[in-house]
């Protein structure tokens, strides 16, 4: 089967392309980009036309939470699938933090027949740091990556122990892999459950102050020179840690960060009301946090964007903010809140499609993110003035926990494809 999609706006970072170009696609890979019209029409040609459409390499989050094995009524990995489809993700990497946790081969292997038999888009498995999650041993991290898995994380938990992370770090250099740090002091939010200051005085819930995530930024920055591991910090959400990596990036260290749209677009006032939607780990923080946010977006010391999607069901949700799960799903409002960023002038449409695409393909050292001449044809079609209310009712993920619900927003995907093959389109 050849597709030619054409009339589209191309934005392809890795190839530096933003112009009118149009794509061949044959046997699920990319044929030809050539200027819009050079590609003649022939029978049997499968015709996209995306007129007045962006045309993208397919997304990719280096950040998602399937719940499967263990939670399959919150989200399994063929409903998470659906739900990246639909937000224009091709490719998602999953956090080990699943029951039984993806802390050896024959989990990852599971994870790996599941989405095989079931995803329709590619699922990247995530291994854990230390066995169980439990910050105690660390994982056979050379056994998970033979079954397959593209980087470590204890995400959800920091990996507390110092000598286990610096151990980490130096087997992350080895197997060439990065250290995902979920970046937190447990002693300092221990109860907590939003961001420490003013409003969680006032909402009179216990806090969780900037410094737990700033003081571990720190430490794992200075277990770098001496191991030589690739740290990659997950959700950066306080000015503190931008400043941190900023530093230490000029240092020339090996430290990358990702930042979720939450924590560009909201701050900790969102709690007020007690909405339990605006409950994650780390929590919303404040305004000033959220400038130092888009600074860092700006200069580039935020390298990708990546959603933290975490599905709960309501039994997990509707209850007491200190006792709600942490977490919101995040795969189909990504791209709106993105061009939030763009509207702002924060970012460029250019580099908020790279920050999607070609930068977290390259830190994670995957061949996806590029619609050069040969690659796999993973592409996301969306309409950037297509003006919209949320709604996530109609989300494909299985849970709705968003607090981002009835937003006016602009920037709907239309249609995804995977291998050449469209496995989302928008009625
Ligand atoms: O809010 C969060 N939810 N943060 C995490 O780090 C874990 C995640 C989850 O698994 O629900």
């Given amino acids: 089967m050849r597709t030619l999609i054409k009339n589209g706006h191309l934005i392809d970072p890795a190839n530096k392309r933003n112009g009118n170009f149009d794509l061949l696609l044959s046997e699920g890979k990319v044929e030809a980009v050539e200027p819009k019209g050079k590609i003649k029409e022939a029978p049997g040609l499968e015709l996209i036309d995306a007129k007045g459409l962006v045309v993208t390499p397919g997304f990719c989050d280096m950040h998602v939470h399937f719940r499967e094995p263990g939670h399959e009524y919150k989200e399994t990995i063929e409903t998470g699938s659906q739900s990246a489809a639909a937000g224009g993700f091709t490719t998602v990497a999953v956090m080990p933090n699943t029951s039984p946790v993806n802390d050896n081969r024959s989990i990852t292997e599971l994870i790996l027949s599941q989405a095989q038999q079931t995803a329709i888009v590619n699922i990247l498995p995530i291994g854990a740091i230390t066995k169980g999650l439990k910050g105690e041993t660390l994982s056979d991290m050379g056994e998970l990556k033979e079954a397959g898995c593209i980087g470590y994380s204890d995400d959800g938990r920091p990996v507390s122990d110092s000598e286990i992370m610096r151990r980490a770090l130096e087997y992350s250099k080895m197997f060439d892999l990065p250290c995902i740090q979920h970046s937190e ?140 799960c942490f977490g919101i799903v995040g795969l189909e409002t990504a791209l709106p809140l993105t061009l939030k960023m763009v509207d702002e002038k924060v970012i460029s449409l250019e580099r908020a499609i790279e920050m999607l695409t070609s930068q977290p393909n390259k830190i994670f050292g995957l061949d996806k993110g590029s619609l050069e001449v040969g690659r796999v044809a993973d592409i996301a079609i969306f309409d950037e003035n297509k003006k919209y209310s949320i709604d996530p009712s109609k989300f494909k993920s299985r849970s709705k926990n968003s607090p981002f619900k009835d937003w006016k927003v602009r920037g709907k995907i239309l249609r995804t494809l995977v291998n050449g093959k469209t496995v989302y389109k928008s009625h």
Avoid: W
């Avoid at 001496?226 to 950066?236: D, P, R």
């Avoid at 931008?242 to 530093?247: E, F, G, I, P, T």
């Avoid at 979720?260 to 000033?288: Q, V, W």
């Fill in 185 to 324: 002091v447990l002693e300092l939010t221990r109860g907590g459950s939003m961001n420490e200051g003013v409003v969680s005085t006032e909402l009179g819930l216990k806090g969780m102050p900037t410094e737990a995530e700033d003081i571990m930024v720190h430490r794992d920055i200075c277990l770098l020179p001496k191991t030589g591991g690739k740290l990659h910090v997950a959700h950066i959400s306080s000015g503190g840690s931008v400043d941190l990596v900023r530093q230490a990036k000029a240092k020339g260290l090996p430290v990358t960060c990702e930042v979720a749209p939450h924590h560009f677009i909201l701050t900790d006032e969102a709690c007020r009301g007690y909405d339990t939607n605006a409950k994650m780990s780390p929590p919303l923080r404040t305004n000033s946090d959220l400038e130092m946010i888009k600074e860092g977006m700006k200069d580039g010391t935020i390298d990708i964007i990546a959603t933290d999607h975490a599905p709960h069901d309501l039994v997990d949700k509707q209850v007491e903010f200190s006792k709600a």
